[in-house]
């Protein structure tokens, strides 16, 4: 199941916890940073200019192949953005089967996951698609996400439409959803509207706390009346310590410009650790910026550190 995937990454085992590390078990590659929603509590609301430009090519298919030749096992074909805005994600994900990955996974907010692009990822060889989940109706919509509300019936009927061509392939893809745990009557909403339109069409759905994400979120929590979690402490049911941050450890995050970035939720770089259009994968993974902040982190001091914010919430 998911939850096992997304535990077995989020524990920092023995062989990670130092300095210098063999390759990540997982990374996630960010083919575009755009996206169509404006989320009140997405890192990607702090982005002043948002990106154009998408992944170069010769540099994903290159650091993909180096990434397998380190034993990374698992690849996420996306960050931040939103990748099925991406015009040849069907041909990044074959890519990247085609160089050995066991496991190829994407995450979406469903508006633009079409049967069509749906089905052809799924015949490229993806092994988990994701749907995210985090608004009760229409009006809730609208507000969380900043976008018109007919986005929202789009990604149920693309969630729907995505159980039927994987049954009917048949596709050997995992269906997934997440949600947000809100409070009060909103959880009930959710709960309600879970039940009708995304538990049966889905093999797992899970809860997730409301990150901080970097300590970006933060700068409009009071106007959307929450207040998030320090750091990413995975999902609800099996939460992490904030430090050391599993993120800087067990996951690499690389940007659609090619920076490895130490953060889950690094919308304008400022955790960046190594540029992988200059040097190697392993490289970056292991560069000198990289092994300062996870020594901070394994003494559980990251004061005057990019992620002093994060774990202010502590």
């Not at 969380?144 to 009917?168: F, P, S, T």
């Not at 893809?173 to 997440?178: E, V």
Request: glycine share 8%; proline share 4%.
């Amino acid at each position: 199941m998911i939850t096992d995937k997304i535990d077995n990454i989020t524990s920092i085992g023995p062989e990670f916890r130092a300095s210098f590390l063999p390759a990540p078990k997982s990374v996630k590659i960010e083919l575009t940073g755009r996206c169509n929603y404006r989320c009140g509590f997405c890192a990607l609301r702090t982005r002043t200019v948002q990106p154009k430009s998408d992944m170069d090519w010769d540099l994903y298919t290159r650091l993909v192949l180096e990434m397998r030749q380190a034993d990374v096992e698992e690849l996420g074909m996306f960050y931040l953005g939103e990748s099925f805005l991406f015009d040849w994600l069907p041909e990044a994900i074959r890519f990247a089967k085609s160089a050995g990955f066991p496991y190829v996974f994407l995450t979406t907010n469903g508006s633009c996951a079409t049967p069509e692009m749906v089905e052809a990822c799924m015949a490229a060889g993806l092994d988990s698609l994701k749907f995210s989940m985090n608004n009760a109706d229409e009006a809730q919509f609208t507000k969380v996400a900043g976008v018109k509300a007919k986005l929202w019936a789009d990604a149920i009927a693309n969630l729907h439409a995505a159980r039927k061509i994987r049954d009917q392939g048949p596709y050997d893809c995992g269906l997934y959803a997440s949600s947000i745990r809100y409070d009060g009557e909103q959880q009930e909403k959710m709960e309600a509207f879970l039940e009708r339109d995304v538990i049966p069409y889905v093999d797992e759905h899970y809860w997730l706390p409301l990150y901080s994400m970097g300590s970006l979120a933060a700068r409009r929590e009071k106007e959307l009346g929450y207040r998030p979690i320090a750091g990413n402490q995975g999902r609800l049911g099996n939460l992490r310590e904030p430090l050391p941050c599993w993120s800087a450890f067990t996951e690499g995050h690389i940007t659609a410009s090619g920076k490895l970035s130490a953060c889950c939720f690094d919308a304008d770089e400022r955790w960046a650790m190594a540029d992988l259009t200059e040097v190697g994968f392993m490289d970056g993974w292991n560069s000198e910026s990289f092994q300062r902040l996870r020594a901070a982190h394994l003494k559980k001091d990251v004061f005057g550190t990019p992620c002093e914010e994060c774990v202010a919430y502590a």
